[in-house]
């Protein structure tokens, strides 16, 4: 088997740096290598000490340049990509200008592919090795893009979007036709490749309580895959789920009442919970994620990244293009910070890199397969030029430490700070 060391700075964790001392999750080498043998990384240690062990290993030396996990974004639309930064509009009104008029036109096989194929290349040109993405109610958009990420060798999680009230005719199923095609998606792609399919009712106000019994029904007949949806993203949002689930105890209710809370559900943007939804998320495992380009954008609210870390909650960090205002990780990580200084709490980098990476990977339940700089995980493999713009090269030539050195890119970089990304220990990428 081909061995492939890549030798450089490192930076990996051993646990979560939300929780306790950040510094006792951190696993930094400032001269460190990565072994590689096919498509898994076997090796995480001293550069030097393993280019002795394996002088049958093809070298990379990337110098001073950060080796890490590839980014994984946990929460994005991919048939968004082509009105990504369209201007003005809250929530409800954003989806009715921009989102539904885009998303009717994936039904067309030929457009849906080429669309699936410009998202997961601007992804991969951004260090984000795994995306998460709803797609459209149109078979045609679900294929489209697991067979782009087939053809790359990809990890995603991807599921057809179920809406059968609230929204445009052309962009309604039902609930029989969206437990049929769920079911009939999930069997062609779950498991197929590096794909995971998702269940995707895209929220409560979209969906009847019919087809939300019918998704429910699909998860529990199948646990093994993940289910995506939002919650609690905005005010008016939650006044209208209020308004179409009168005996609903709060906005969660309206999907555990119909079987879709469960410790594989993902909850995007989760910022105006209330306690016991906290509660309950916390008690049956499940995941939300964070979208802060979004969030800002939009105009949504402060997600209690910390609040909600001390609760316990899995948490995942996200784009959510094109409502996110960026395909970037590194934009995203920004977002956050500065966000978390709104709520009071600055995160740390390590905290940021943590969230783009295994925090994320853990939200999808794919931790130490994904987003993972170890022995055992798959080789998605990123290095970040951390001086790779005039502005951010003299800050990092003032710094101190590796997080003093890598905090300008967090907040100043972009797709030129992408050195290299590997995707299944193959080079996909270069700068």
Same mark, same amino acid.
Not at 133 to 152: G, K, M, Q, Y
Not at 378 to 394: E, N, P, R
């Given at each position: 088997?081909?061995?492939?060391?890549?030798?450089?700075?490192?930076?990996?964790?051993?646990? +979560?740096? #939300?929780?306790?001392?950040?510094?006792?999750?951190?696993?930094?080498?400032?001269?460190?290598?990565?072994?590689?043998?096919?498509?898994?990384?076997?090796?995480?240690?001293?550069?030097?000490?393993?280019?002795?062990?394996?002088?049958?290993?093809?070298?990379?030396?990337?110098?001073?340049?950060?080796?890490?996990?590839?980014?994984?974004?946990?929460?994005?639309?991919?048939?968004?990509?082509?009105?990504?930064?369209?201007?003005?509009?809250?929530?409800?009104?954003? #989806?009715?200008?921009?989102?539904?008029?885009?998303?009717?036109?994936?039904?067309?096989?030929?457009?849906?592919?080429?669309?699936?194929?410009?998202?997961?290349?601007?992804?991969?040109?951004?260090?984000?090795?795994?995306?998460?993405?709803?797609?459209?109610?149109?078979?045609?958009?679900?294929?489209?893009?697991?067979?782009?990420? +087939?053809?790359? +060798?990809?990890?995603?999680?991807?599921? @057809?979007?179920?809406?059968?009230?609230?929204?445009? =005719?052309?962009?309604?199923?039902?609930?029989?036709?969206?437990?049929?095609?769920?079911?009939?998606?999930?069997?062609?792609?779950?498991?197929?490749?590096?794909?995971?399919?998702?269940?995707?009712?895209?929220?409560?106000? $979209?969906?009847?309580?019919?087809?939300?019994?019918?998704?429910?029904? #699909?998860?529990?007949?199948?646990?093994?895959?993940?289910?995506?949806?939002?919650?609690?993203?905005?005010?008016?949002?939650?006044?209208?789920?209020?308004?179409?689930?009168?005996?609903?105890?709060?906005?969660? =209710? $309206?999907?555990?009442?119909?079987?879709?809370?469960?410790?594989?559900?993902?909850?995007?943007?989760?910022?105006?919970?209330?306690?016991?939804?906290?509660?309950?998320? @916390?008690?049956?495992?499940?995941?939300?994620?964070?979208?802060?380009?979004? +969030?800002?954008?939009?105009?949504?609210?402060?997600?209690?990244?910390?609040?909600?870390?001390?609760?316990?909650?899995?948490?995942?960090?996200?784009?959510?293009?094109?409502?996110?205002?960026?395909?970037?990780?590194?934009?995203?990580?920004?977002?956050?910070?500065?966000?978390?200084?709104?709520?009071?709490?600055?995160?740390?980098?390590?905290?940021?890199?943590? #969230?783009?990476?295994?925090?994320?990977?853990?939200?999808?339940?794919?931790?130490?397969?994904?987003?993972?700089?170890?022995?055992?995980?798959?080789?998605?493999?990123?290095?970040?030029?951390?001086?790779?713009?005039?502005?951010?090269?003299?800050?990092?030539?003032?710094?101190?430490?590796?997080?003093?050195?890598?905090?300008?890119?967090?907040?100043?970089?972009?797709? /030129?700070?992408?050195?290299?990304?590997?995707?299944?220990?193959?080079?996909?990428? /270069?700068?």
């Amino acid at each position: 088997m081909t061995k492939q060391l890549l030798l450089g700075q490192t930076l990996g964790f051993s646990g +979560n740096p #939300l929780i306790g001392d950040w510094a006792d999750a951190v696993q930094f080498d400032s001269a460190g290598g990565v072994l590689i043998e096919g498509d898994r990384i076997t090796a995480v240690g001293n550069g030097q000490a393993l280019k002795t062990d394996h002088p049958d290993a093809t070298v990379t030396d990337y110098g001073a340049q950060l080796i890490s996990a590839g980014f994984v974004d946990a929460h994005m639309h991919y048939p968004q990509t082509g009105m990504i930064a369209s201007w003005g509009k809250q929530l409800i009104d954003w #989806l009715n200008t921009y989102t539904f008029p885009e998303e009717a036109r994936f039904g067309d096989p030929a457009y849906a592919a080429d669309v699936a194929s410009r998202t997961l290349d601007l992804a991969l040109a951004h260090g984000t090795t795994t995306l998460t993405s709803f797609c459209t109610i149109h078979p045609e958009s679900v294929d489209a893009l697991f067979a782009a990420a +087939n053809a790359r +060798n990809m990890a995603v999680v991807a599921g @057809k979007t179920c809406m059968d009230r609230n929204a445009p =005719d052309d962009l309604r199923d039902t609930a029989q036709s969206a437990y049929d095609d769920s079911k009939a998606l999930l069997e062609k792609w779950h498991g197929k490749g590096r794909g995971q399919y998702a269940i995707t009712p895209r929220f409560s106000p $979209t969906s009847t309580p019919d087809q939300l019994a019918a998704l429910g029904t #699909l998860w529990g007949e199948h646990p093994g895959c993940l289910m995506q949806t939002h919650l609690s993203e905005q005010h008016p949002e939650i006044a209208w789920v209020k308004t179409l689930f009168p005996d609903a105890r709060d906005y969660l =209710d $309206t999907y555990e009442a119909f079987g879709l809370l469960g410790e594989r559900g993902l909850y995007g943007h989760a910022i105006h919970l209330e306690d016991r939804e906290i509660a309950r998320l @916390k008690e049956v495992g499940s995941a939300v994620v964070h979208c802060p380009t979004s +969030n800002t954008f939009i105009g949504s609210g402060l997600f209690d990244m910390m609040g909600l870390a001390k609760a316990g909650l899995r948490i995942g960090l996200a784009t959510d293009t094109g409502g996110g205002s960026s395909f970037s990780m590194l934009r995203t990580m920004a977002a956050a910070y500065e966000i978390g200084q709104l709520r009071g709490a600055a995160l740390h980098p390590a905290q940021l890199m943590w #969230l783009a990476t295994e925090g994320s990977a853990q939200a999808l339940h794919m931790q130490g397969q994904i987003g993972h700089l170890n022995a055992g995980a798959m080789a998605d493999i990123i290095v970040l030029d951390l001086g790779s713009t005039a502005t951010i090269a003299q800050r990092f030539e003032k710094a101190h430490d590796i997080w003093d050195a890598l905090f300008p890119t967090i907040m100043m970089g972009d797709d /030129r700070a992408i050195a290299d990304v590997w995707i299944a220990g193959k080079l996909v990428s /270069r700068a």
